[in-house]
């Protein structure tokens, strides 16, 4: 399984990059990683990665910046590490592409260089939230699409029953609605057209969730716009993070707490682990021609590790696009 990584995509690449690229290749033997990069930088970081059979250096010299247009950027800077990983997938030199650089200009080189699955509209950012009682949840879209239409929207549907069914092991997916109420009738015009046409033709559809229901185990998939999906995504990695820093400061601040710290220790790891999105990894532009992820900008060792283990290796191994294809051949949608 060969994986195209950008390493100088992240406010800390290539550092990071790399360093999680090794401990992918370390936990997963079946696993090998193209380093797209720079490779004088990649090279000087680390000779342990050298000596690795499963790593190899892939040379590009340009660098696509966050402030960059997406656009612009994709199409002139032919040389870019994003764009060299992409077109390794395209040639089939390799199973899948992931990078944490810009990510309107990795939606438009997914688009451009993978080109969509027949029939898909608009590709959509897919993510997991954590199991905070028991069960993952399919949020998407997360930012792909600021303003989608009720047809796209019904194909994010489509797309993430089949991620949750082939991913994460749901039999018959339950897809919600997010709304700003459970109602029929509310929402925007918008919303109100998208729950009459999942009525029609989402199977397992449950109705509208409101996003502080989310974490309940109401739904498995839950379909959006990508910019309340955005919103929210953000919102939630703010409040969890500050959650656990509000958490850490109260304990040291009192000294019972303080205390019984050691004995509380392993149950905050545990809790942070849950609400930590390094533990998933990134986002799936789901709807192309190819397994492409983006992940966090801020990313580090451990995000990038996950988005490899957990995230593309089985996307590749069950074949996510092509059983997307097949739906909408079979005439699902």
Wanted: neutral net charge; glycine residues 10%.
């Amino acid at each position: 399984m060969r994986i195209a990584v950008d390493a100088m995509g992240g406010d800390y690449a290539p550092l990071e990059i790399v360093k999680g690229a090794f401990t992918a290749v370390e936990t997963v033997p079946e696993l090998e990683i193209l380093l797209v990069g720079r490779a004088e930088q990649i090279e000087s970081l680390s000779g342990r990665i050298l000596k690795s059979s499963r790593i190899h250096i892939i040379h590009a010299e340009e660098i696509i910046g966050n402030e960059e247009d997406p656009g612009m950027a994709i199409r002139s800077k032919k040389k870019a590490s994003m764009v060299v990983a992409m077109q390794l997938v395209r040639r089939g030199e390799a199973d899948a592409v992931i990078s944490c650089g810009n990510t309107g200009a990795l939606m438009a080189g997914g688009v451009l260089f993978l080109g969509r699955i027949p029939g898909i509209k608009r590709p959509a950012l897919l993510t997991v939230m954590p199991p905070l009682r028991g069960e993952r949840t399919v949020i998407l879209d997360v930012g792909a699409n600021m303003d989608a239409r009720p047809e796209q929207m019904l194909q994010y549907a489509l797309m993430g029953s089949i991620y949750a069914r082939e991913i994460l092991g749901k039999a018959s997916p339950r897809v919600a609605l997010l709304n700003v109420g459970v109602e029929e009738n509310k929402g925007n015009q918008q919303v109100k057209q998208v729950y009459g046409l999942f009525q029609q033709k989402v199977r397992g559809f449950v109705g509208n969730l409101e996003a502080k229901d989310i974490f309940d185990n109401r739904a498995d998939v839950v379909v959006c716009d990508g910019f309340a999906g955005n919103v929210m995504l953000k919102a939630m990695e703010g409040i969890s993070r500050e959650l656990l820093l509000y958490l850490n400061a109260r304990i040291r601040g009192d000294a019972e707490a303080r205390t019984a710290l050691p004995l509380l220790s392993p149950l905050l790891q545990r809790v942070r682990a849950d609400l930590d999105e390094a533990e998933y990894g990134g986002a799936m532009l789901i709807g192309v021609n190819g397994v492409c992820i983006k992940c966090h900008g801020a990313s580090k060792e451990q995000t990038v590790a996950q988005t490899l283990i957990r995230q593309a290796l089985p996307l590749v191994q069950r074949e996510i696009s092509k059983k997307i294809d097949l739906a909408l051949a079979g005439g699902i949608v």
